[in-house]
């Protein structure tokens, strides 16, 4: 008998060692990305409760700290200073104040956060401060300082959790310079994203010798802007060829998406998008198994999860009360009237109130001969009657700044013909779309069933022309006049007006369609405001006092007898 109680204690204890030798570990990650403002669940433009907003986010976070504690992780994905009046508010109006877009992020004890391309267009004194309040690493590994030629923010981050090493790398989009004017990023440079990674992975592999790593990355899956230099969306192809990663949580092209891919060493990649405006949440759960120290197994799933329907945070809500009345007490001025209201849907089907009100404050604000501009809502309206602070968020959504350019008038046609080419479908039959649709894409919240992005589908002013949509790609355009009734010159120079995207050569209509070199762009600038765009308008509107916004009807999609039924039919489609 003592033999046999010798044994099983023996058994008993060699078991105990060996299960103290293994065990598991569940990790929780969870990503936000292009916030855009929306902090609290009151949308300030509308003037009306929204869903979605960090204000949901948090519960949703908190429920689960009460299971994982410090074994969850919180990330947000950049372009977080942008959208909502609130972030406009903070970075111009009382800059003085800590940005509430890094409140929200220390209150809400993120881990780390990245930038987006719409945080650097806040310009450095705005995202220097951002970044300066911000109590988490702030990650860009590509992002760098031409002073040092090393990163101007930390590369990684890592994180220990109960035996388990994460290493966090975080990356921006390169396409900034197509964007924005090199005042808001100057003295820095945007690496190509594939190399990058493939250093970063490579440096993490031989220095930190992490468990997991993950990639918080501000660019699309794929697609976008591509030059010889770099791809503005790489998302993909890193997952694809730089083995490494075991997560990408990824951003900027707002289209939900949630993928397990294999890469070139047949490894499994879990990619998260959580799209925009806090509507939803990257949610990946990591089980890693342990023995004698070394992770020996690593499961991975991971889904995107609607917080829409989540309680508010009440004591959120009550701790940021002095944001939401401050920014309330902004937007609610009134600064001018309207007599009759403007739609954006109207942009797309010809010449519109909408579209045409903003080209006439342009013309008159620049004293350009022509103007550019395309609808950056896709389906927004400005009632008749008073108009507040909050409305110029629809009028305008983003703080571009205006520009003058010198342009031929072989230049204006080709930027012309390429944004109707991206609009515009060649009827085939008066059965056929007259735009330019991928159905099926309802889930895309930057296209919204349009091919390509409508706030590159530029319009003219100051011109009177045609668009014949039985024509090819290339020639649906034929300027008839000058709007004042003088002849039109292929070879005469003209002062154009537009925003400081477009003329930066955002959307490629300018060196694609135009087929002005991007290195000469700036060239052809001859006036920029100091301000953004918004706060010209604004200054507009409030010497007019009572405005009455009309459509200058000086084009039309044509033959007449296909567009006009088309246009009705494409209308239904896109708005019900």
Request: negative net charge.
């Amino acid at each position: 008998m003592k033999r046999i109680i010798t044994v099983c204690l023996a058994a008993f204890c060699l078991s105990n060692m060996a299960m103290a030798q293994t065990k598991t570990v569940d990790l929780r990650i969870i990503e936000t990305t292009d916030v855009h403002g929306s902090f609290f669940p009151y949308n300030f433009i509308e003037r009306k409760p929204k869903s979605g907003s960090l204000a949901r986010v948090i519960t949703y976070v908190d429920s689960l700290r009460q299971q994982y504690g410090d074994r969850l992780l919180l990330f947000d994905n950049g372009d977080i200073l942008q959208g909502q009046p609130t972030c406009y508010y903070c970075n111009y109006i009382n800059p003085k104040m800590e940005n509430v877009a890094a409140s929200v992020i220390n209150y809400m004890r993120y881990d780390a956060q990245t930038v987006g391309n719409h945080d650097i267009e806040t310009g450095h004194e705005v995202y220097d401060k951002w970044i300066r309040e911000v109590k988490c690493p702030m990650l860009g590994a590509n992002i760098i300082d031409n002073k040092t030629n090393k990163p101007y923010l930390q590369p990684y981050a890592i994180f220990r959790r109960d035996g388990v090493k994460i290493a966090v790398l975080g990356l921006l989009t390169p396409a900034i310079p197509n964007w924005l004017n090199e005042e808001l990023w100057s003295g820095l440079r945007f690496e190509e994203m594939v190399e990058s990674a493939r250093k970063w992975v490579k440096y993490l592999k031989e220095n930190e010798h992490p468990d997991i790593i993950i990639g918080l990355f501000h660019s699309g899956l794929k697609g976008g802007i591509v030059t010889d230099k770099y791809k503005e969306d790489a998302t993909l192809e890193i997952a694809e060829t730089v083995p490494g990663f075991d997560i990408i949580l990824y951003g900027h092209d707002h289209i939900r998406h949630s993928q397990t891919i294999t890469n070139t060493e047949g490894k499994q990649v879990l990619l998260l998008d959580p799209t925009s405006n806090a509507y939803y949440v990257g949610d990946a759960q990591i089980t890693v198994t342990i023995k004698k120290g070394k992770v020996i197994d690593k499961r991975i799933t991971g889904e995107i999860h609607d917080i829409r329907g989540l309680e508010i945070d009440k004591q959120f809500e009550k701790h940021f009360q002095y944001a939401v009345d401050s920014v309330n007490n902004f937007v609610n001025r009134k600064i001018g009237t309207f007599k009759n209201a403007i739609y954006t849907r109207d942009c797309y089907f010809g010449s519109s109130a909408f579209c045409d009100f903003i080209h006439s404050l342009q013309l008159r604000i620049t004293g350009a001969d022509i103007s550019f501009n395309a609808p950056l809502t896709f389906d927004t309206k400005i009632p008749a009657g008073d108009v507040f602070m909050s409305d110029m968020f629809n009028l305008y959504k983003y703080e571009n700044q205006i520009y003058t350019m010198m342009l031929t008038g072989r230049e204006i046609l080709g930027h012309l013909e390429m944004s109707y080419d991206l609009w515009v479908n060649t009827m085939k039959s008066p059965d056929d779309h007259i735009m330019l649709l991928a159905e099926g894409e309802q889930d895309d919240n930057q296209r919204f069933m349009f091919k390509n992005l409508a706030f590159n589908f530029d319009s003219a002013a100051g011109i009177d022309y045609e668009v014949d949509v039985t024509k090819p790609d290339g020639q649906k355009v034929h300027i008839l006049r000058m709007s004042n009734g003088e002849p039109f010159s292929l070879d005469k120079t003209y002062k154009v007006a537009m925003n400081s995207y477009r003329g930066n050569g955002g959307g490629e209509l300018l060196t694609k369609g135009a087929g002005i070199p991007q290195e000469k762009l700036m060239e052809r600038v001859v006036w920029q405001s100091e301000r953004d765009q918004r706060y010209y308008l604004t200054q507009e509107i409030e010497k007019m006092g009572v405005a009455d916004p009309k459509a200058f009807n000086n084009w039309r999609f044509v033959p007449e007898e296909w567009a006009k039924p088309a246009i009705e039919r494409d209308r239904q489609l896109l708005f019900k």
